[in-house]
T-cell receptor, first 112, second 112 residues
Framework: KNEVEQSPQNLTAQEGEFITINCSYSVGISALHWLQQHPGGGIVSLFMLSSGKKKHGRLIATINIQEKHSSLHITASHPRDSAVYICAVISMSGGSNYKLTFGKGTLLTVNP | KAGVTQTPRYLIKTRGQQVTLSCSPISGHRSVSWYQQTPGQGLQFLFEYFSETQRNKGNFPGRFSGRQFSNSRSEMNVSTLELGDSALYLC???????????FGQGTRLTVV
C-alpha cells in the first residue's frame, strides 16, 4: 500500500463545477503539499499546510491531521485548471531528516 | 527573485554513458532535493542536500549520486545509464529542510 493515496485518479468536469481531490496518508507528517503540474513538466506548489485550511483565489486546501486526510477544492473550475494535481507529504526520515513522499496524482480535465 | 533553474532542459544519452544534471536553487535557499518522475512510478525522492551534506537518500542504486556546492547549487550524476533511467528529473529548493519546496522545470532525460 502506498504511503500517500489520492483519489480520484482521473477527473473530468465541466467549466464552472466545484472540484474535490482527496489525499490520504499513512505516515506521521510535519506538513503536506498540494502541487500542480501542467503538461511540459513544471511543478508549482499551490499550498503547504500542517493544519486547518488555506485559501488562495478559487483554490481551498484543508487538512485533518487526526484522520490523516487532506482535500483540495477548486471552485468555479476553468479549463486552465486542467493539470495533474499531486499531494505530497513531508515526513521525518531517520532522525532529523525530511523527505517528500508523493501521491500518484489526479489528472483533472475541465471542459469548456 | 529568480526561481529554481535546472540545466539542461532536455538530454539524450546512450546506454552505458553517464550524465550530470545541474540545479541552481532560489537565492538564499540552502536545501536542495532531487526527484525522478516516470509514468509508471510517479514522483520518487532521490536525495536531499543541505549545507553541502547529503542528509537523506531514497531507494535508488549507487549509480545515482549528487553533491552540493558552497553556493548551494547542486548536481546529480547518473553513471552507466540504463533505458529505465529515462525520466523527468526534478530539483526543488527550500530555505531549510522540511520547508516549502519550490520546483524547477526539470530535465527530461532520454536514454537510447
Amino acid at each position: 500500500k502506498n504511503e500517500v493515496e489520492q483519489s480520484p485518479q482521473n477527473l473530468t468536469a465541466q467549466e464552472g463545477e466545484f472540484i474535490t481531490i482527496n489525499c490520504s496518508y499513512s505516515v506521521g507528517i510535519s506538513a503536506l503539499h498540494w502541487l500542480q503540474q501542467h503538461p511540459g513538466g513544471g511543478i508549482v506548489s499551490l499550498f503547504m499546510l500542517s493544519s486547518g485550511k488555506k485559501k488562495h483565489g478559487r483554490l481551498i486546501a484543508t487538512i485533518n491531521i487526526q484522520e490523516k486526510h487532506s482535500s483540495l477544492h477548486i471552485t468555479a473550475s476553468h479549463p486552465r485548471d486542467s493539470a495533474v494535481y499531486i499531494c505530497a507529504v513531508i515526513s521525518m526520515s531517520g532522525g532529523s531528516n525530511y523527505k517528500l513522499t508523493f501521491g500518484k496524482g489526479t489528472l483533472l480535465t475541465v471542459n469548456p | 527573485k529568480a526561481g529554481v533553474t535546472q540545466t539542461p532542459r532536455y538530454l539524450i544519452k546512450t546506454r552505458g554513458q553517464q550524465v550530470t544534471l545541474s540545479c541552481s536553487p532560489i537565492s538564499g535557499h540552502r536545501s536542495v532535493s532531487w526527484y525522478q518522475q516516470t509514468p509508471g512510478q510517479g514522483l520518487q525522492f532521490l536525495f536531499e542536500y543541505f549545507s553541502e551534506t547529503q542528509r537523506n537518500k531514497g531507494n535508488f542504486p549507487g549509480r545515482f549520486s549528487g553533491r552540493q556546492f558552497s553556493n548551494s547549487r547542486s548536481e546529480m550524476n547518473v553513471s552507466t545509464l540504463e533505458l529505465g533511467d529515462s525520466a523527468l528529473y526534478l530539483c526543488a529548493s527550500s530555505p531549510l529542510p522540511g520547508g516549502e519546496a519550490f520546483f524547477g522545470q526539470g530535465t527530461r532525460l532520454t536514454v537510447v
